[in-house]
């Protein structure tokens, strides 16, 4: 096991204003930091994982949450920068990718065993069979219907909210996407594709609704951070508040 007395660098001899330090070594539960634009927020949930590895905690029981695989990348080739060997094990992903490791782990908590996940291309393809008619007919087109949709489940708001703030000039077409996307859904169903918002909504729900899962998790991971946290949205939020709900686990 791996001290702050050891060879490791101390967060404290990291180069951090007094903020980013209270943050990298807070000993307490669940975390909410609080940080303006360009401020070091990435460095300080690096400083963060830094830290936690030094004090003891397996790297591969920290995990942390990012925008982009970019991100992610950039927080684990950093982080093992400093730690080398320490840091084997520690897991960065997007919102999408942690659930879809999740769903592979537990396959059978979700319902999930034999589903293929579509991508956008996917989704776009299968939304414009649905919608049929042709280009300039008036109505919107599938990659509009498909943004109008995932703006819904996104923020947890009706598909008529969704269509007012997506574009106003939509709201007199209200009918024909619901009916768009009640084929799209049942297209799914019967396909049995997940697209990347079902990925989302399969894990937060469960994770709310199912004790064993969320046992389950705390039996993995001890430290959840999440990078960029004010751009969560209210699904990535549903499966965060679950998350929340673990005496065990440290979500910062």
Not at 19 to 33: E, P, S, Y
Not at 89 to 97: D, M, Q, V
Not at 120 to 147: C, F, Y
Not at 186 to 198: E, I, N, V
Request: glycine fraction near 8%; charged fraction near 25%.
């Amino acid at each position: 096991m791996l001290t702050l007395n050891e060879t490791l660098p101390k967060p404290d001899t990291l180069d951090l204003n007094p903020g980013q330090h209270a943050a990298a070594t807070f000993k307490g539960g669940h975390t909410l930091v609080l940080a303006g634009a360009g401020c070091g927020k990435t460095r300080t949930i690096i400083a963060r994982c830094e830290y936690l590895i030094a004090s003891g905690v397996p790297a591969n029981r920290i995990y942390v949450l990012a925008f982009t695989r970019k991100a992610a990348d950039q927080i684990i080739e950093r982080v093992g920068a400093t730690l080398d060997s320490a840091a084997r094990g520690l897991r960065a992903s997007t919102f999408h990718k942690f659930c879809l490791t999740l769903i592979h782990a537990h396959p059978q908590l979700f319902g999930c065993r034999r589903h293929t996940v579509i991508d956008r291309d996917d989704q776009l393809h299968l939304m414009r069979a649905i919608r049929g008619g042709s280009k300039g007919d008036g109505l919107p087109t599938a990659a509009e219907i498909t943004d109008i949709y995932s703006l819904a489940r996104n923020t947890r708001c009706q598909l008529s909210e969704a269509i007012a703030r997506y574009d106003d000039d939509l709201v007199h077409d209200e009918s024909t996407i619901a009916g768009i996307v009640r084929g799209y859904e049942a297209r799914k169903r019967k396909r049995k594709y997940l697209d990347f918002d079902d990925i989302l909504e399969v894990v937060a729900g469960q994770l709310r609704d199912n004790p064993q899962l969320r046992s389950a998790i705390a039996g993995r991971f001890a430290h959840v951070l999440v990078d960029e946290f004010q751009d969560t949205n209210p699904l990535q939020w549903a499966l965060l508040d679950s998350l929340t709900r673990l005496p065990l686990l440290g979500l910062g």
